[in-house]
């Protein structure tokens, strides 16, 4: 496909496609594999799963994948498409690199992963013919049809031999016409062949003739090939033990692409050990492929016949239970995880989970970060799996769980796509005390996306659903969480006022932990309505408290707030260290909500110190974790810190140029006081540019 190993790549895209079970993948990965040489700087490879019945990958999604493989720390990565594609290119404009982009659906999942360099080539792999490619980037298109006859047996040969005596060769034609020649349908037809050594194989074919292929769910285009394929997997199916054949149309109920052993477990309602020897039968007959100890995804047309399976052979009563099952794992393993992510926040009171079901426990903090990053995918496929089952229950618990135990490396608006099927959920349920629940968490969200108004809407409908209830301590929470909304909003009277209410009744009912959170919203509404000393006795005051219970984000919270006093009063080294000392916090938490806003005030100390190089980087750094994870307004408050940094330097049009981004930003989202200073900055950059 390429020149010589010296010379350059005359095409650097190729689309390999192809019908379904052709081998297009096999094929891709073979040649990557023997072609490594000529890519010193490495490979890439993803797979779009563009034909899963669930939603196809993102471009987005890979970007942020392929970036952190080329070094780049995933709290930098941008979260707009075309700033992640631009950063994306600009790092393999000087390596040579394979990229394979496998099962691709759209032209619009592969054009942003293309590297735009002559030195990279991109392989990717369709079903579709993908016209755009060829038009736009000059690809070229590789088409796979079936095996050639002799090639076809040579592969029923190649795995048969050393299993069973030498097969007549008219007997394996035969068997491979039966499979249409397709490599995907001739794998697990020769390993049904080599499993079973004495049986002769006129009787497997006969078998294979007589199998009836009632399935009707796949299209390839081709109903010779459909009809070959349809066959060969119900004949490999059918020839599996009992237990096994049960996983593997039950697997075909879990919601998401991939799944854990433990996963598999819940669904069958089966211990580990024995769920983990049916899976190897699985993966052994080519049925299943394992991608990671203990992780494991179908062949998108396979899962799509175990689905189908399972609609046939199970009863609705035991499709549902399985559901349950592998829902309350994913629930409880998920409240476990909120222990370590949130462990002050409440906990929902749930059900005990359905017999048979284990779930996680974590022994450290990061083991549950890991799971919740690994199974994020997974938690929002299965509130939507809950809806579709009418499973209300469920749908709005794991939409509210998922809500604290949310690794914070994954931006909020993944969650705000299922959050209205949780909130429609418990409507239904009519459970208020759950509808406030879940409301408290939207409006936190919309804040965190600045769009403020829906946050308030969201914050004033729970306070007057804990009111109705008579819920002292939801009141609080309320009032707490309105008191930022107006914080953001520059309210400060406002703020103060909630702020001052929810301490109150916090204080009456004896929750000291919560009257200190409500304090150190207090201290920085004080903060910026100037009353620097004020803000300062309750800022110290709780730093001191949620260090002897050594709680670490709450102290980040505090030396946040601590480093900007600081700074007002001139100690700027005490600034330096306060600022540092809290995003060193959320290194170690790996949340980026707390890291993007304190390295803001990270920024300002360096520049405040003349550490300008430092603090373009805190900015930068700020700004692409806001923009990743949707936050506007905080992304706009990195470009104006960075603008005040240029203007410290003395470089007014650099300066100039980020004001002008942030105050526009502000504008957009209604933010007239942030917008005020952006203004501020590019006024004086602009006059100094003109002297």
């Not at 070229?140 to 299993?163: H, K």
């Not at 970060?369 to 089952?389: G, I, P, Q, Y």
């Not at 470089?651 to 917008?675: I, S």
């Amino acid at each position: 496909m390429v020149a010589d190993h010296g010379g350059p790549l005359v095409v650097s895209v190729y689309v390999i496609t192809g019908t379904a079970g052709a081998g297009k993948t096999s094929l891709a990965l073979r040649w990557a594999h023997a072609v490594r040489d000529r890519f010193p700087d490495g490979q890439l490879y993803v797979n779009l799963r563009g034909y899963d019945p669930g939603e196809p990958v993102t471009a987005q999604q890979v970007l942020h994948g392929f970036l952190a493989a080329l070094g780049v720390r995933p709290r930098t990565i941008p979260h707009n498409l075309d700033d992640a594609a631009g950063l994306y290119r600009s790092l393999l404009a000087e390596r040579r690199m394979l990229v394979v982009l496998d099962n691709a659906a759209t032209v619009s999942q592969v054009r942003p992963l293309l590297p735009g360099s002559t030195g990279s080539l991109t392989l990717v792999t369709s079903r579709s013919r993908l016209s755009g490619l060829a038009i736009r980037d000059g690809a070229r298109r590789i088409t796979l049809g079936t095996l050639p006859e002799p090639e076809a047996v040579a592969l029923l040969r190649a795995v048969t031999t050393g299993y069973r005596l030498e097969d007549d060769t008219e007997k394996l034609t035969e068997l491979a016409h039966l499979c249409a020649c397709l490599p995907l349908a001739l794998r697990i037809a020769a390993e049904r062949a080599a499993t079973h050594p004495y049986l002769r194989l006129d009787d497997l074919i006969t078998d294979l003739r007589d199998e009836s292929a009632l399935w009707d769910v796949l299209s390839t285009g081709d109903e010779e090939e459909a009809e070959a394929v349809r066959t060969v997997f119900a004949w490999s199916y059918r020839a599996l033990p009992p237990s096994a054949a049960r996983l593997f149309r039950l697997l075909g109920i879990h919601p998401g692409p991939e799944f854990s052993l433990h996963a598999a477990s819940a669904l069958a309602g089966l211990a580990a050990g024995r769920v983990r020897q049916a899976l190897d039968t699985l993966v052994g007959t080519h049925l299943l492929e394992q991608t990671a100890p203990d992780r494991y995804e179908f062949h998108d047309l396979l899962r799509a016949y175990a689905t189908q399976q399972a609609r046939e052979e199970e009863p609705a009563k035991d499709r549902t239970a399985a559901l349950r099952r592998v829902l309350d794992w994913y629930l409880h393993t998920a409240d476990a995880v909120q222990s370590w992510i949130e462990p002050e926040e409440d906990h929902l009171s749930l059900d005990p989970p359905a017999e048979g079901v284990v779930p996680l426990s974590f022994a450290e903090y990061d083991h549950a970060v890991d799971w919740s990053e690994r199974e994020h995918t997974n938690l929002l496929a299965a509130v939507r799996a809950a809806e579709a089952a009418g499973l209300d229950r469920h749908a709005w618990q794991l939409s509210a769980v998922l809500f604290y135990a949310r690794a914070r490396s994954t931006s909020v608006n993944d969650w705000l796509t299922v959050a209205p099927i949780g909130l429609e959920a418990v409507r239904r349920l009519g459970d208020p005390s759950g509808e406030a629940w879940l409301l408290e968490c939207l409006g936190m969200s919309y804040t965190r996306g600045n769009d403020l108004a829906k946050s308030r809407e969201c914050h004033e409908s729970a306070l007057a659903i804990r009111r109705e209830m008579g819920d002292r301590y939801g009141e609080a929470q309320c009032l707490n969480l309105l008191g930022l909304v107006h914080l953001r909003l520059r309210e400060l009277a406002d703020a103060e006022g909630s702020f001052q209410r929810a301490r109150s009744a916090f204080s009456e009912l004896g929750l000291p932990y919560w009257e200190s959170i409500a304090l150190i919203n207090l201290a920085n509404a004080c903060h910026q309505a100037g009353r620097v000393d004020e803000a300062a006795r309750d800022a110290e005051l709780v730093y001191a408290t949620f260090r002897a219970r050594n709680d670490r984000p709450n102290m980040g919270r505090a030396l946040g707030l601590l480093s900007a006093i600081h700074l007002d009063r001139g100690d700027l080294d005490a600034a330096l260290r306060a600022a540092s000392e809290a995003v060193t916090i959320a290194l170690d938490l790996r949340h980026h909500v707390l890291e993007g806003y304190w390295l803001i005030a990270l920024g300002n100390a360096q520049r405040a110190l003349g550490e300008y190089a430092d603090s373009l980087v805190s900015f930068q750094r700020s700004a692409s974790l806001h923009r990743r994870l949707g936050d506007r307004s905080r992304e706009a408050m990195a470009w104006h810190g960075a603008g005040e940094t240029y203007r410290a330097m003395g470089r007014p049009g650099e300066a100039a140029d980020f004001h002008r981004r942030a105050a526009a930003a502000h504008h957009e989202l209604g933010d007239r006081w942030h917008e005020a200073l952006a203004l501020d900055g590019l006024a004086a950059a602009e006059l100094a540019e003109g002297e």
